[in-house]
């Protein structure tokens, strides 16, 4: 990748070196690593993203953790259970697997909230930067403004970094700045503090509250399955108990008459034998 962007960086300095040889090539680059760090409130939103995204992977260790011990449950009573109800034990585990696949691509998915959300926080910013370097382009005659981390770039001199006229154009200025203005916020009252136009982060946030009360529906109606699940599977536990001592206790009724039907018979043979004794002649 970093051979093929240099390729094209080189091939575009040539076609630019062709067409504009008698006044020379005007370049410029700009570092959107460090405008993003030079944005106060884009800090911001990132910890408010980066807490919810903890708050995310703890749902999904807790969903394991109980994925886990559903699994271990069912393997030391495995020998206990009926066939049946073997396969709804697995079939409720792999309902709640599915359900921790579907969070985990909801939130880490290629279209996912994390990344959704991470796009909402840098686009704003972005926009800015690419319509102030438009602004800079023509005002300064540049013929090519490139971005630092998407081309490789050998050798570059820092009078050819834009960042801080971006940064000036935007209403931002530096790092030391921003480190000020951060430190002066932080004995600034709550009351004065005013929410920036492209707080993008928190209004996802807000949306995602909303997501959130209906998840935990879905979580209350997954729940009250389970339980019903497992009033079932007593359900038909006790049934079975109730089947197999009633066979049992049928199966001795049988034999207790069976031997009484035989005692009686017995009886009655040697009975008859005693009222009638052979004849000794």
């Not at 040539?14 to 405008?35: N, P, S």
């Not at 697995?90 to 921790?100: C, N, S, V």
């Not at 880490?108 to 704003?124: C, M, T």
């Not at 492209?198 to 909303?210: G, L, N």
Request: proline residues 2%; charged residues 40%; contains cysteine.
């Amino acid at each position: 990748m970093r051979i093929k962007n240099y390729l094209l960086l080189s091939m575009m300095v040539l076609c630019f070196a062709f067409a504009k040889a008698q006044r020379g090539i005007r370049v410029g680059y700009v570092d959107m690593e460090y405008i993003l760090e030079s944005v106060p409130e884009y800090q911001k939103a990132s910890e408010q993203l980066e807490q919810r995204m903890q708050g995310w992977k703890t749902e999904i260790e807790k969903m394991e953790s109980e994925i886990a011990q559903m699994e271990t449950s069912l393997k030391n009573e495995r020998v206990l259970l009926t066939k049946e109800l073997i396969e709804e034990r697995e079939e409720e585990i792999g309902i709640k697997r599915q359900a921790l696949n579907d969070y985990q691509q909801k939130r880490f998915g290629a279209q996912g909230d994390f990344i959704k959300q991470k796009q909402q926080l840098i686009q704003p910013v972005q926009d800015q930067v690419f319509n102030e370097m438009q602004k800079i382009g023509e005002q300064k005659k540049y013929d090519m403004i490139l971005e630092r981390s998407e081309t490789t770039m050998l050798y570059s001199d820092d009078r050819h970094d834009l960042s801080d006229d971006v940064l000036r154009a935007i209403g931002r200025t530096g790092k030391k700045a921003d480190r000020e203005e951060r430190n002066q916020s932080r004995n600034t009252p709550v009351e004065d503090v005013k929410d920036e136009p492209y707080m993008s982060v928190q209004e996802a946030a807000d949306r995602q509250e909303k997501v959130a009360a209906k998840e935990a529906i879905i979580d209350e109606k997954q729940a009250a399955r389970a339980a019903k699940l497992r009033f079932r599977d007593s359900v038909k536990e006790a049934r079975a108990r109730e089947y197999q001592e009633r066979k049992e206790a049928s199966i001795k009724e049988r034999q207790r008459r069976k031997d009484s039907v035989l005692a009686a018979r017995k009886a009655d043979k040697e009975k008859k034998e005693n009222n009638n004794p052979p004849d000794n002649k």
